[in-house]
């Protein structure tokens, strides 16, 4: 491919292909070990912020752009170049480290295929001279960004684009690509993408994610129960009601720990395998194990007892130990990724074609998966629901926990469709886009609502109604908010330039959640003297 293009002033260029109508092209495949990426730098030192969206070599990868194939979200007009400054790329990625919902959807069909396929957001209008970029086969970016003359637009109309930018160095670039795959060039990109088009619609990709979060999120559910029971009072006796080591802490320190391992440094591995199973891994099940309103609520019934010591520790302690729970997690995949790297080399090609015989990339095995995981939802229910009704009238955590898992499955959805907001900003002209609004307003308003019950139990004061508001706690609302997410975003923040708006975005979290959690819960029961 002959390229041409200005070099901008990090050294790299766009390449334009002159039997493409001028689009701006970029190659198919770059190696993943010595790829060069423009990247944000922090304090003019080696680490950086990957604004990558496919799969990186752990030992280029940064605990911000995290492993996962799909993160930047942009959009510009016909055969413009973009334009961004290194903070705004910044705020945008860092938004979105944890989760960027059903637009993730998009973003597998491109990665997977390069085809212009779209999904239930994303559009194409070429008639008008604009088009998402991962809509065009001959587009393709890899992990990081590099700025050229024209601006972007910001048409809020538009859908998101990925991007993956590579090195355009002409040996580089050239030798690489004689050395990966030939089938990733883009006219057999372009032959896959009628392949895929009759194997995975759109539909089904989209009711095979809603099975993947349910099934995942009831398996969070049950996790969270456990290890409430395991270092409760009753087994271990760690954590109680009582104390500022809340029952939710063990399960949110574990949800950190694996977020660090399965949403990070691994996430780009299982995606390689099924882009819904990381889905249903880091969304459904980390999401469900974790959960925000389950330690607000904590906390705010310490304070209603007039321990505000106990409470305000409690979410510092919280805080931090999910923050050191996702570092120690990073770090140790790490460690385990280079151990397989260092005993894996010697037989990479055996290695390389056993992993491709489990990839769920056929329409037969998408079908296979999704039939499944519709039997096991449709029994985890039934079951539930015979085991509910036997256990309804007992008032204990039995009738409760049953409750939860008919129940948390909503949230799961519920929180997956908020988190498109993340990485948008505020307004047409997208301001603070650092911030993810989705997870926020998924832990605080289920944090408000997890209050109103608490406060409505109060009021009512009865068995029945306190297994019913108990399970909705538990499993409707232990599900729609979450703490992997949030850490996850805490982190990157904290990896980033920006170190500050870590704290920030956990203040705009916590305070609102636990002032509005005080109106709702406490203020009523000093007030009516509940018990």
Not at 65 to 80: M, N, T
Not at 129 to 155: C, D, H, M, Y
Not at 436 to 445: H, R, W, Y
């Amino acid at each position: 491919m002959e390229s041409s293009g200005r070099n901008d002033d990090s050294g790299y260029q766009f390449g334009r292909d002159s039997n493409r109508n001028n689009n701006l092209v970029f190659p198919q495949d770059v190696d993943e070990r010595s790829a060069s990426q423009l990247s944000v730098n922090r304090n003019n030192n080696n680490h950086t912020i990957d604004i990558g969206i496919q799969r990186l070599s752990s030992d280029r990868m940064s605990s911000v752009g995290g492993s996962s194939r799909r993160r930047h979200s942009l959009s510009f007009p016909h055969r413009v170049a973009p334009e961004f400054s290194d903070d705004e790329i910044e705020s945008e990625v860092v938004s979105q480290a944890g989760d960027i919902g059903d637009r993730q959807l998009n973003s597998n069909r491109y990665s997977e295929s390069g085809s212009p396929q779209s999904s239930i957001e994303n559009f194409m209008s070429v008639g008008d001279g604009v088009a998402p970029i991962n809509e065009i086969p001959s587009i393709q970016t890899f992990g990081s960004w590099s700025r050229a003359t024209n601006a972007l637009s910001k048409n809020p109309a538009l859908p998101p684009l990925q991007l993956e930018i590579v090195s355009l160095d002409p040996e580089h670039t050239t030798s690489n690509m004689r050395d990966k795959d030939r089938s990733r060039s883009p006219l057999t990109s372009i032959q896959n993408f009628k392949e895929r088009k009759k194997e995975l619609p759109c539909i089904l990709e989209y009711i095979s994610s809603l099975l993947h979060l349910a099934v995942f999120g009831i398996l969070g559910v049950f996790t969270r129960y456990l290890l409430q029971k395991l270092f409760g009072p009753q087994v271990a006796g760690v954590t109680s009601d009582e104390t500022l080591l809340y029952l939710d802490l063990p399960s949110n320190m574990v949800g950190s720990f694996l977020m660090g391992w399965l949403g990070v440094v691994f996430k780009g591995d299982i995606s390689r395998i099924s882009d819904l199973l990381a889905i249903g891994l880091t969304t459904g099940y980390l999401g469900s194990l974790t959960t925000f309103s389950g330690w607000n609520q904590k906390m705010l019934d310490l304070s209603v007892r007039g321990r505000w010591v106990h409470a305000t520790l409690g979410i510092i302690l919280g805080l931090g130990l999910a923050a050191g729970s996702i570092r120690l997690g990073i770090l140790t995949a790490k460690g385990f990724r280079w151990l397989l790297n260092r005993f894996a080399s010697s037989s990479e090609s055996e290695s390389s074609s056993s992993r491709s015989n489990f990839r769920i990339n056929t329409l037969r095995r998408h079908i296979v998966v999704l039939v499944t995981l519709l039997l096991i939802l449709g029994l985890l229910w039934v079951r539930s629901g015979n085991l509910l009704r036997k256990w309804f009238k007992s008032g204990n955590t039995n009738g409760q926990l049953w409750l939860a898992c008919l129940v948390g499955p909503p949230g799961v959805w519920a929180r997956w469709f908020l988190a498109r907001l993340n990485g948008r900003g505020l307004g047409r002209n997208g301001s603070m886009k650092w911030i993810p609004f989705g997870t926020v307003i998924a832990n605080v308003s289920a944090a408000c609502v997890m209050a109103s019950l608490a406060t409505m139990k109060k009021v009512v004061n009865t068995e029945n109604f306190e297994t019913i508001a108990t399970g909705i706690q538990f499993g409707f609302l232990g599900c729609l908010s979450t703490v992997s997410t949030f850490i996850a975003e805490f982190h990157a923040m904290l990896e980033s330039k920006h170190p500050w708006r870590a704290f920030v975005y956990a203040a705009i979290t916590l305070l609102p959640s636990f002032i509005v959690g005080t109106l709702i819960y406490s203020v009523p029961v000093w007030t009516k003297g509940y018990q």
